[in-house]
């Protein structure tokens, strides 16, 4: 039997090649003979991918091939110095995802996936941890393809149970075989930086929690040795007292900024990492009075405010946690609960119907960015302007009363005007939490017209400005796709936007009108969300009211070439229209 193996860059060069004997081919000598000379090293920023082709040969007669897809990089995690790659020291910009797709469900489709993380790279995050299960192995070929480092995560329970039909009935009999299944399916990805053993497993607490974790790791070990370990700890106490956080190769911490110093005191790695942060709760485009921090605020309408400033009893707003990523250089990153909204979890309204989908998602369960979305983005971004102006300024009602200004930029000052006189101009400072990230003019009183935000650079010259103006009565509905050609393979997806403007085009803030779709010709419709954690509409029907505005359709192409015409209507509202074509 014959080996040959290539390896091929993106542009299909081959850049190292190795023929063997299977029988006599020495191990090293077969390894270094595949060495790729000045290799382009994946990283986030240049995702650099090469791909291996191996042919097996029986005489002259090819008997299998096989492709395998890889990157090259170094990773390493140091004490006092945390984690670098390709040896340039980095924190990670990471959020949690669950594996749904809001109104698509939880069947895996490469297009909605796509989508998913383009809306991520924009923000400016880098990093997805898997919550809280082996991923789909479209995310992971994705991820290495457009540059996201994966925190690739196994178990929820281990032995302990959480729940009644768990998987710790299974555990002493598939943790291991599942383990293995996972690190040999993934190991070759560049994208997977680290694995997880578990989310707040209750074993930390438990006699011998530790030893569960041990033995865990080690098969890690033992099926890669490239990469280190980690698990969300959310019971820090017992994680620290019980030798539990001190097993692991990367004490990961679930909502524990105030403890990072005295972990970091405590343990022997050296550094420390947020598996998962903030858990802030928002409804888009919802803004409650006066603006200050909720723990746990219930609202009659179900809803939570956009201020951002509202939070559970276990978690923070995001600033919390920022502050001890950028003065803490031994705190190696975060992963903030959550990249995207997702049913179940309605926290703080599990108990009260008609909630049913989750708050905490910097985008919402429609593929909507919620204000949040852009103080990530104006932290994580270093490469795009950032200057989002909150709240919407139609407010019918409200005139005399304050109604905060914020600006999440990441201009380091801004000055506001409202109808043209000035509120002051502020400057990010030390301060407090806040405005050391954001602009916050929190004295405003309400007058329609409109608010304009003109941001200065370090320089203090003047550097973009934004506004947002008082809405007027509904009047015509505008859409936008995020793509306006898909393949014609029957599984390729446009997000269309629709929003309620006035007759110059203001997004009506309040506006809850039924729109109903049509698709003709090469495609069909799909799904639509509007993002309302209480709605109970059904997703898969032509048909659903706006919330706060605006909604987000789905359509799919056809599996034969064309056009087709998406158009969405409702009563008393000029219809909007848009074309998409399939190739």
């Not at 300024?393 to 005139?399: A, C, I, L, V």
């Given at each position: ?193 680290m694995w997880s053993i578990g989310n707040e497993v209750p074993d930390q607490s438990a006699a011998g929690g ?156 429609a593929g909507s960015p919620k204000d949040r979305y852009y103080l990530y983005r104006s932290k994580w971004n ?202």
């Open positions: 039997m014959r080996l040959e193996t290539q390896i091929k860059n993106a542009a299909g060069e081959t850049v190292a090649t190795t023929t063997s004997n299977l029988v006599a081919t020495d191990k090293q000598e077969f390894e270094q003979s595949l060495i790729v000379k000045n290799p382009s090293l994946w990283s986030p920023e240049t995702p650099a991918l090469y791909k291996a082709v191996s042919k097996l040969y029986k005489g002259d007669v090819l008997k299998d091939e096989y492709e395998t897809t890889f990157g090259i990089r170094t990773i390493k995690f140091e004490a006092d110095k945390g984690f670098s790659l390709n040896g340039t020291i980095r924190k990670f910009r990471g959020v949690c995802n669950h594996h749904d797709l809001g109104p698509l469900g939880t069947a895996v489709n490469v297009a909605a996936l796509r989508r998913q993380l383009t809306m991520l790279k924009d923000m400016g995050c880098d990093a997805i941890r898997t919550s809280h299960n082996m991923p789909a192995p479209e995310l992971v070929a994705l991820c290495d393809e457009m540059g996201f480092m994966l925190m690739v995560e196994s178990f929820d329970e281990w032995k302990t149970p959480k729940v009644k039909n768990g998987y710790s009935q299974y555990f002493d009999d598939w943790a291991e075989k599942d383990l293995v299944n996972m690190i040999h399916r993934d190991r070759n990805s560049p994208s997977v930086v530790n030893k569960i974790a041990k033995r865990l790791q080690d098969i890690c070990h033992r099926e890669d040795p490239t990469r280190p370990v980690t698990a969300g700890m959310d019971r820090i106490n017992d994680a620290l007292t019980k030798n539990f956080a001190a097993v692991l190769d990367i004490p990961g911490f679930n909502y524990k900024p105030t403890w990072y110093e005295r972990a970091n005191n405590a343990l022997p790695q050296g550094f420390i990492l947020g598996t998962e942060t903030a858990s802030t709760v928002s409804s888009r485009g919802v803004y409650k009075f006066p603006a200050e921090f909720q723990k746990m605020k219930q609202y009659e309408d179900n809803q939570s405010s956009s201020y951002d400033l509202e939070y559970c009893n276990w978690s923070q707003v995001p600033d919390d946690e920022f502050v001890k990523q950028d003065d803490l250089p031994y705190v190696i990153g975060e992963f903030v609960w959550t990249g995207f909204d997702y049913l179940g979890e309605p926290t703080p309204y599990d108990s009260k119907w008609p909630s049913h989908s989750s708050y905490f998602g910097i985008i919402d369960l270093k490469e795009k302007e950032t200057l989002h102006i909150l709240p919407h300024w139609t407010w019918p009602g409200r005139e005399g009363q304050v109604t905060p200004v914020y600006c999440y930029t990441n201009y380091p000052s801004a000055e506001l005007f409202i109808n043209g006189k000035s509120m002051g101009r502020q400057t990010k400072s030390n301060t407090n939490n806040q405005t050391r990230y954001r602009l916050m003019w929190n004295d405003v009183k309400y007058e329609p017209g409109t608010v304009k935000v003109v941001a200065y650079d370090q320089n203090g010259r003047e550097a973009a400005s934004s506004e947002v103006k008082t809405a007027g009565r509904p009047h015509h509905i505008e859409l936008s796709a995020d793509r306006t050609v898909l393949q014609a393979d029957g599984k390729d997806l446009s997000f269309i936007t629709a929003k309620v403007c006035d007759a110059e085009g203001n997004v009506c803030p309040d506006a809850s009108n039924l729109l109903r779709f049509r698709v003709k010709g090469e495609g069909r419709y799909k799904a639509a969300g509007n993002g309302d954690a209480t709605s109970l509409e059904l997703f898969h029907l032509p048909q659903m009211h706006t919330f706060k505005g605006m909604l987000v359709a789905i359509v799919e192409s056809s599996e034969k070439a064309g056009d087709m015409e998406v158009s969405v209507s409702s009563k008393g509202l000029k219809a909007g229209a848009i074309r998409i074509t399939t190739k």
